[in-house]
């Protein structure tokens, strides 16, 4: 059974950095890529950040472009969300992801979650 745990987040104020990570395991097909979605209360789920598998690539929401970085440790089965200039709006339940097949910003093509890791900016 596939999975995914993450750790990292945290209450910081606004301006500041955080890195979240997220280790996989239990996967016997290959996983396509791994994303950061995050959803604050009131609001639908919003990716963030994708790297697919070898990091060959990434890809990043407008809202998070040029802050935040996603990097894959493949020894280690693990993602990383760095996050630097941290502002109010930025918090949120962050949830790792990972992909099978569709490697696009979009909840509903996710095929595991993890449960879930609260940020908090403080203005």
């Known amino acids: 059974q596939v999975q995914l745990v993450e750790s990292g987040g945290a209450s910081v104020q606004a301006g500041g950095s955080l890195r979240l990570s997220c280790a996989a395991s239990g996967y016997t097909n290959p996983l396509r890529c791994m994303l950061w979605f995050r959803q604050a209360p009131g609001k639908g789920r919003e990716g963030v950040a994708v790297?697919?598998?070898?990091?060959?690539?990434?890809s990043y929401s407008a809202s998070v472009k040029g802050r935040f970085t996603i990097s894959q440790d493949s020894a280690e089965n693990t993602v990383y969300l760095q996050m630097n200039s941290l502002k109010h709006e930025d918090s949120a339940m962050y949830y790792c992801a990972a992909a099978l097949r569709n490697c696009g910003l979009l909840a509903d093509a996710m095929d595991y979650w993890g449960k879930g890791n609260q940020v908090t900016i403080s203005s």
């Open positions: 790297i697919l598998s070898g990091g060959t690539s990434t």
